[in-house]
């Protein structure tokens, strides 16, 4: 495997994020952090360097800023209302004359010809699209990348005590229970009547791999981005438990 990284370093890493991600300038450390992950996980099948890559639902450019410059990709960042993009000219990055490029558009209707991407990542952003629009978000993920590409897919399975973002680990509790359970026992203050209105669309393994098979990509591989315990995710019913976020490697042949 190329550019893998040390697990020992990897937990110390998601130690340091689990409490302390939202000060400073951590989020973007780690966001920074987890492309490195997505480049050693993809290069188990593909070179990226000077690959050309979409980066859907991609906030702020983090993923493509690192595969730009550490891999010369043309990257391009879409998102419908990318916020403090780190777009145009990067200071540090002058000196290989590198252009971080953002288009806005959405998942389900991809503002690119056909065949165009080496590589198309869709990373915790498919449990936010609403659930007529998933499947058409993948087909379109599959017609814009080239043959023999491949895609990324990342989603915390439903059942996993990670995946319920402002309401874990009490997601899969009726929501008005939900709600109290983390208003009473954390003080989040959730504003919302529902999934919908937090914007937030459960998807378990099991209905992701149908998707994935609807749009006619085969799955390459499958890999726990966090705790790296990759055998779990070929287990049924223990991968829909136990892997707090499931990473899709795709081929379209």
């Known amino acids: 495997m190329k ?3 040390p697990l020992v370093t990897h937990y110390k890493k ?3 994020f689990a409490f302390n991600r939202f000060k400073g300038k951590n989020y973007t450390v780690m966001r920074e952090y987890f492309a490195d992950v997505l480049i050693s996980e993809v290069e188990e099948f593909m070179p990226l360097w000077k690959k050309r890559v979409l980066d859907v639902g ?3 450019g983090e993923f493509c800023r690192i595969l730009s410059h550490k891999r010369k990709c043309d990257a391009i960042n879409l998102d419908p209302s990318p916020q403090e993009f780190i777009g145009g000219w990067d200071k540090s990055l002058t000196k290989d004359k590198l252009w971080l490029k953002t288009r806005v558009g959405v998942a389900d209707s991809l503002p690119f010809k056909d065949n165009c991407f080496d ?6 952003v498919l449990e936010h699209i609403p659930f007529e629009k998933q499947q058409k978000s993948v087909n379109e993920m599959y017609r814009v990348t080239k043959k023999n590409g491949f895609g990324y897919i990342m989603i915390p399975p439903w059942y996993n005590p990670h995946a319920g973002h402002a309401l874990k680990p009490f997601h899969i509790l009726p929501f008005k229970v939900a709600k109290f359970l983390r208003t009473t026992l954390f003080g989040t203050n959730i504003n919302a009547r529902s ?3 937090l914007n937030l669309y459960p998807i378990t393994f099991k209905r992701m791999e149908k998707m994935i098979s609807s749009a006619h990509f085969k799955i390459a591989a499958t890999r726990d981005t966090h705790l790296r315990f990759h055998l779990v995710t070929k287990i049924p019913l223990l991968r829909e438990i136990m892997v707090p976020a499931v990473a899709f490697i795709l081929i379209k042949e």
Do not use: D, M, P, T
């Open 3 to 5: 550019n893998k990284i």
């Open 14 to 16: 998601l130690l340091f």
């Open 119 to 124: 590589l198309v990542i869709l990373r915790g």
């Open 195 to 197: 999934l919908k209105e």
């Open 58 to 60: 991609g906030a702020r």
